[in-house]
């Protein structure tokens, strides 16, 4: 499986941009899927979660509000629209793959239940 992110880049803060992950593979309707992201010399963070169908959703409670996340299992899809975007918000942004599948209930929030990655897309907001 590869999860390929792209829709990164430099913005004003108060913009917003729009984040998309194309996961090859059949199989993209079976998992849920997951953003995380990481500033310099932080820890990977949660942002936000979707359910296979698309019915459950989780948000950090730094980006409810801001962000949404949103899934077109036949385009094997994830993206990620974030509005009002702050400087604080600066971070690589990775899409990742469950790692149970029609196991999972829901979706995940922790990065342990995640097992495949992409390559990240930076995001840089501006003051």
């Known amino acids: 499986v590869q999860l390929q992110a792209s829709g990164g880049g430099l913005v004003q803060a108060g913009g917003s941009l729009r984040l998309s992950c194309v996961a090859s593979?059949?199989?993209?309707?079976?998992?849920?899927m997951g953003w995380f992201r990481q500033a310099p010399g932080k820890e990977r963070e949660f942002v936000t979660a979707?359910?296979?169908?698309?019915?459950?959703?989780y948000y950090a409670d730094s980006v409810k509000g801001r962000f949404t996340i949103s899934r077109d299992n036949a385009k094997n899809t994830v993206a990620l629209q974030m509005n009002s975007l702050k400087p604080e918000d600066t971070a690589v942004y990775y899409c990742?793959?469950?790692?149970?599948?029609?196991?999972?209930?829901?979706?995940?929030?922790?990065?342990?239940?995640?097992?495949?990655w992409g390559q990240g897309t930076q995001v840089t907001v501006s003051s």
């Open positions: 593979g059949r199989t993209f309707s079976s998992y849920a």
């Open positions: 990742a793959r469950d790692r149970l599948g029609r196991g999972r209930v829901g979706a995940a929030r922790t990065a342990s239940e995640y097992h495949y």
């Open positions: 979707i359910s296979r169908s698309g019915s459950i959703i």
